[in-house]
């Protein structure tokens, strides 16, 4: 497959290694040639990830990690599904897990709809140990930073079901920007009524000025924004 040497294996405490097993990032490599897997989990090993390995899409979508942290690295042309096949099919179901393709079999027309739909990289073998590693490191980067926003997100969507409808009301007022005389001329109530209950969302939603109200406003899914301009 041509990966070159190991790197030495991490040591400082940032390491994946340091992650309860449920946290840690795993890089899952998918390829029909058992060679290849060997010589992808040592490197990934060396490097300080956990690295699992299929020979096929299938095998990949009957052992349910698709939803773990980490990232995938795929041949396109294998017996059975592809890898392109997989990353159109995690698409569709709103699954954005950071996709590295490494192939022996790469054209140019491939490359550009893999890294049209979202790849981290597109590479072909044999491929630099440490080219590779880039590639990993960026599409854990990347997922680590997904799961994040999403774990804002949820948050958010807890505090908003705290509200009452009225809060909520205010509450998507003062993202739009609306100032406390207006609101309260929109909403047939008074500017001390709004006020208080501007107070309310305030500490329900965890922010310590309009600022951040809004910023936390932002990050709800968007059917739930919309929700309230009805």
């Known amino acids: 497959m041509g990966v070159g040497q190991p790197f030495p294996r991490r040591t400082s405490s940032s390491s994946p290694r340091h992650r309860s097993e449920e946290d840690e990032p795993l890089v899952i490599i998918v390829d029909d040639d058992a060679s290849v ?9 060396s ?12 095998q990949l979508l009957d052992a349910g990690l698709l ?37 022996g079999h790469g054209d ?55 509200l009452t409808q009225r809060e909520r009301e205010v509450l998507y007022e003062v993202a739009r920007g609306r100032l406390n005389k207006q609101i309260a001329f929109d909403l047939g109530i008074s500017e001390v009524t709004v006020k208080a209950h501007r107070s309310s969302v305030m500490h329900k939603m965890g922010a310590a000025s309009v600022g951040e109200l809004i910023r936390a406003f932002e990050t709800l899914p968007a059917q739930m924004r919309q929700a309230g301009a009805r």
């Open 37 to 45: 897997r060997a010589a992808l989990s040592e490197l990934i090993l």
């Open 47 to 58: 490097a300080g990830f956990r690295p699992v390995s299929f020979a096929s899409i299938r």
């Open 67 to 103: 939803d773990a942290p980490g990232c995938l690295i795929l041949d396109v042309r294998m017996p059975g599904e592809s890898g392109l096949h997989l990353q159109r099919h995690l698409a569709d179901n709103g699954n954005p897990k950071p996709i590295i393709f490494l192939t």
């Open 108 to 162: 140019i027309p491939m490359t550009v709809e893999a890294m049209k739909a979202g790849a981290v990289d597109f590479l072909t073998k044999p491929v630099r140990d440490q080219t590779l590693l880039d590639a990993i490191n960026a599409g854990i980067a990347m997922d680590a930073e997904r799961r994040a926003v999403a774990a804002i997100s949820r948050l958010n969507v807890e505090r908003l079901e705290t």
